[in-house]
């Protein structure tokens, strides 16, 4: 999984054109996030030629995170040509599945 900061945001994410790009904003203190971060790994192994899959640290990239509208945590992005084609918020996340479903729809 791609790790994206403020320096890479725009070239891995907004800018990728070759297939959808899945963005897991997560945080330090969101157990969530971490409890859920094993799983998306695996679905990174069974989409990873489909989606390209990136993870993002808000509590490092407070401002990005602002930016992208990510006012929650967990909460996972599907952008497609740079716009965001899919948001889950932390409301409409209580498991892997829920995460899957949003994939197979790429």
């Not at 890479?8 to 203190?29: C, Q, R």
């Amino acid at each position: 999984m791609i790790e994206v900061n403020k320096d890479n945001f725009e070239a891995e994410v907004l800018n990728y054109t070759e297939k959808p790009v899945f963005v897991d904003y997560w945080g330090d203190k969101c157990e969530t996030c971490k409890q859920l971060m094993p799983d998306v790994h695996k679905l990174e192994e069974k989409y990873g030629d489909k989606i390209k899959f990136c993870s993002l640290n808000t509590s490092q990239n407070r401002r990005l995170a602002i930016a992208q509208k990510v006012l929650g945590l967990p909460t996972m992005i599907v952008y497609v040509n740079g716009e965001k084609a899919e948001v889950l918020t932390p409301d409409k996340i209580s498991s892997a599945a829920d995460i899957e479903e949003m994939l197979k729809k790429f």
